[in-house]
T-cell receptor
Framework: EPEVTQTPSHQVTQMGQEVILRCVPI?????FYWYRQILGQKVEFLVS????????KSEIFDDQFSVERPDGSNFTLKIRSTKLEDSAMYFC???????????FGNGTRLTVT | AQSVSQHNHHVILSEAASLELGCNYS??????LFWYVQYPGQHLQLLLK??????LVKGIKGFEAEFIKSKFSFNLRKPSVQWSDTAEYFC???????????FGTGTRLQVFP
């Protein structure tokens, strides 16, 4: 069964550094998402992306965050200047159509020191 | 505030016991409802979903959930759990006219043989 793959599985970065989290959605999927889960808290929506543009974003997704689908297979989340509170598990997800089930990746654990 | 509540944070059962996990949401309009499961070390997987129609929804692995509109609830049930059901279970809601999943805090289920 095709899967959403995320790399790396764990990333450690220093506060203030830029970080890029990478995702390869399932190949025929058209809708792409990032969610995050701070340890002990709820899974939170960050952003949705369709037709090469952001379709919806949460309050968390401020100017420090950006997403890109540079080549038709990768979907990246960039945090320009990381803060300690950005430490979380970041999940990428994709789906083929608007009413299809969402498929999640295994997540990238980001630790900001 | 709009939210999803899961009242059971940690449930411990013996094999063959019946399971019911509570989920309530606080959105007033039309919603789509979901239960996701996350087995240890794995990604979030869809167990079942409700969009419309029969409020009793059957999902994978013998799980079912009942949408009770008057109670704003979507409880998950399984008549007889197995050790392999040990996982974290997340209720989620997509309010009408949005594409984002709003998650509950999750319920950790441990099943002992």
């Amino acid at each position: 069964e095709p899967e959403v793959t995320q790399t790396p599985s764990h990333q450690v970065t220093q506060m203030g550094q830029e970080v890029i989290l990478r995702c390869v959605p399932i190949s025929n999927h058209l809708y792409f998402y990032w969610y995050r889960q701070i340890l002990g808290q709820k899974v939170e929506f960050l952003v949705s992306f369709y037709n090469n543009e952001i379709s919806e974003k949460s309050e968390i997704f401020d100017d420090q965050f950006s997403v890109e689908r540079p080549d038709g297979s990768n979907f990246t989340l960039k945090i320009r200047s990381t803060k300690l509170e950005d430490s979380a598990m970041y999940f990428c997800a994709s789906k083929v159509a608007s009413d299809s089930p969402l498929h999640f990746g295994n997540g990238t654990r980001l630790t900001v020191t | 505030a709009q939210s999803v509540s899961q009242h059971n944070h940690h449930v411990i059962l013996s094999e063959a016991a019946s399971l019911e996990l509570g989920c309530n949401y606080s959105y007033g309009g039309t919603v789509n409802l979901f239960w996701y499961v996350q087995y240890p070390g794995q990604h979030l997987q869809l167990l079942l979903k409700y969009f419309s129609g029969d409020p009793l929804v059957k999902g994978i692995k013998g799980f079912e959930a009942e949408f009770i509109k008057s109670k704003f609830s979507f409880n998950l049930r399984k008549p007889s759990v197995q050790w392999s059901d040990t996982a974290e279970y997340f209720c989620a809601v997509t309010p009408y006219n949005t594409d984002k999943l709003i998650f509950g805090t999750g319920t950790r289920l441990q099943v002992f043989p």
